[in-house]
């Protein structure tokens, strides 16, 4: 299951992990969030043990929203110690986020 990652634990569960982390940045009112949401949690289970995988919900967290400027959303950004190395901004299929992420195991 996708972690709850907030304003307060943001720093704890993304910036130190000892794994690449992705990271969904959504909303409830967004329809393409809604799209991407079931694919985040079938990523978490994929990736369980190989990557920490997690949501940041934008209305109730919008000091990490700001700080690496998200304006659209769904908002995917994968760390890899303490540091963004890739992104997908819209809705994809999950292969993509994969395929992502897979990179950064390698």
Same mark, same amino acid.
């Given at each position: 299951m996708a972690l709850?990652?907030?304003? +307060?634990?943001?720093? #704890?569960l993304v910036l130190k992990a000892d794994k690449p982390v992705l990271v969904d940045f959504w909303a409830e009112w967004c329809g393409p969030c809604r799209m991407v949401g079931p694919v985040v949690e #079938?990523?978490?289970?994929?990736?369980?043990? %190989? +990557?920490?995988?997690?949501k940041v919900n934008v209305d109730h967290n919008s000091e990490i929203s700001m700080k690496y400027g998200i304006r659209n959303i769904p908002a995917l950004l994968i760390f890899k110690n303490g540091e963004?190395?890739? %992104?997908?901004i819209g809705a994809v299929p999950k292969s993509v986020l994969t395929e992502k992420l897979n990179k950064q195991l390698a």
């Open positions: 709850e990652i907030t304003d +307060a634990n943001f720093d #704890e #079938e990523l978490a289970n994929d990736f369980n043990g %190989k +990557a920490v995988v997690g963004i190395v890739d %992104k997908q």
